[in-house]
T-cell receptor
Framework: EAQVTQNPRYLITVTGKKLTVTCSQN?????MSWYRQDPGLGLRQIYY???????DKGDVPEGYKVSRKEKRNFPLILESPSPNQTSLYFC???????????FGPGTRLTVT | DQQVKQNSPSLSVQEGRISILNCDYT??????FLWYKKYPAEGPTFLIS?????DKNEDGRFTVFLNKSAKHLSLHIVPSQPGDSAVYFC?????????????FGTGTRLTIIP
């Protein structure tokens, strides 16, 4: 089954404790992206990757890092989480020549 | 600055009737538009899209209309079914074979009343 998976689905952590949210897709897609969803703001792009070893900032990259060492994986790293990063996070991917992005199920992160 | 706006946070429609969800945008560079549907505890799923060279695209019960001069698009669902109850997001992008970043609206929660 073609899908985007994220782990963990839910995470409660404390300020300053480094964490990683994993994202993996099995569709051989070149393009991957991270979004965060906040009430009243819709989904906003954090980082994206056009292919392996190619990453760039989206609209709200502050406080986040990403890496793309393999085509299928695109982890989101919060080196020192803060309460304003409490949000619902979505990973997405799409293939070359298509504008349709496939989204993962989401990761709900709470930073206290 | 919200470039894609969905001014109705919620909408209730009787089962079998037409649901019309609206979306306005401000960036005239947007040339491709998509609608996503989202159920609780799931990621958004693609529903239907339209290129700016068209003014209508139809897929079964779903039709999207684009009015470029008004910078407005709408999603029509006919007939509405209980399974259509979800949050609907309008999204827009500028196609440039680079980062075709989706710019999302804030969503409209559609409730179909049986």
């Amino acid at each position: 089954e073609a899908q985007v998976t994220q782990n963990p689905r839910y995470l409660i952590t404390v300020t300053g404790k480094k964490l990683t949210v994993t994202c993996s897709q099995n569709m051989n897609h070149e393009y991957m992206s991270w979004y965060r969803q906040d009430p009243g703001l819709g989904l906003r792009q954090i980082y994206y990757s056009m292919n392996v070893e190619v990453t760039d900032k989206g609209d709200v990259p502050e406080g986040y890092k990403v890496s793309r060492k393999e085509k299928r994986n695109f982890p989101l790293i919060l080196e020192s989480p803060s309460p304003n990063q409490t949000s619902l996070y979505f990973c997405a991917s799409r293939g070359r020549g298509s504008y349709e992005q496939y989204f993962g199920p989401g990761t709900r992160l709470t930073v206290t | 600055d919200q470039q894609v706006k969905q001014n109705s946070p919620s909408l209730s429609v009787q089962e079998g009737r037409i649901s019309i969800l609206n979306c306005d945008y401000t960036n005239s560079m947007f040339d491709y538009f998509l609608w996503y549907k989202k159920y609780p505890a799931e990621g958004p799923t693609f529903l239907i899209s339209i290129s700016s060279i068209k003014d209508k695209n139809e897929d079964g019960r779903f039709t999207v209309f684009l009015n470029k001069s008004a910078k407005h698009l709408s999603l029509h669902i006919v007939p509405s079914q209980p399974g259509d109850s979800a949050v609907y997001f309008c999204a827009a992008l500028i196609s440039n074979f680079g980062n075709e970043k989706l710019t999302f609206g804030t969503g409209t929660r559609l409730t179909i009343i049986p």
